[in-house]
């Protein structure tokens, strides 16, 4: 069966479209632009699919990512940034033209691009427009956290047998480090609480 992936952003997305690439039945639309399926698609016709991550750790790596391209900033200032998200209703363009305009006197960046910030975009929002677009539920939403086995049933609907190998790890203490404190905790919370909601992740910091 033909297979649409929708990377979301730091959940093991490059390691799926390092497979998907090397089929021509398999088609992505990533969160990055990098990548995008046609307007002539009959998603009728396709097994799509995502990968959710709790939204702690999924911070917790972005802020991991960040430090790896030289944006060297605390959780505090990836939350700044999300808030900022959130008023601007996530729009990217309105968030990097703001955020350029702010780097001589914040040092808000270090370096920048649209790439980056879309790893701030709720997933819940990303998956309300996919499923907007394609008339229906996604067939499947699998979780970081139970990747093998998800993997496993995502690659029999699309009938191919490639292992999944994790690439692009960023570097980063367990979230449980970067949410130890409750006021932080509870900004992660607020903003991403339709992730916590829609997906069943639990709110607390386990200590």
Known sequence: MNGL???????????????????????CYNTDGYHDYGDD???????SWTIVRNPFDRLASVLGAWKWKNVHKTMADILDLAELGQKLNWKLSEMFNVVSKDIQRTDLWQRTDMAILSHLVPMSLYIKIWEAKLGKPLSFIGRFEN????????KEQVCIT????????????????????KKIADRAIALYEEDFENFKY??????
Do not use: M, P, V
């Open 5 to 27: 992936f929708f990377h979301i952003s730091k959940t093991a997305g490059k390691s799926q479209l390092h497979i998907i690439d090397k089929y021509d039945h398999l088609q």
């Open 147 to 154: 990747l093998t086995e998800d993997w496993n049933f995502i």
């Open 202 to 207: 639990h709110k607390g910091i386990i200590k």
């Open 162 to 181: 490639d292992k999944l190998l994790l690439l692009n790890r960023s570097e980063h203490d367990s979230y449980e480090t970067y949410f130890n404190r």
């Open 41 to 47: 698609i009959k998603f009728d016709e396709y097994f």
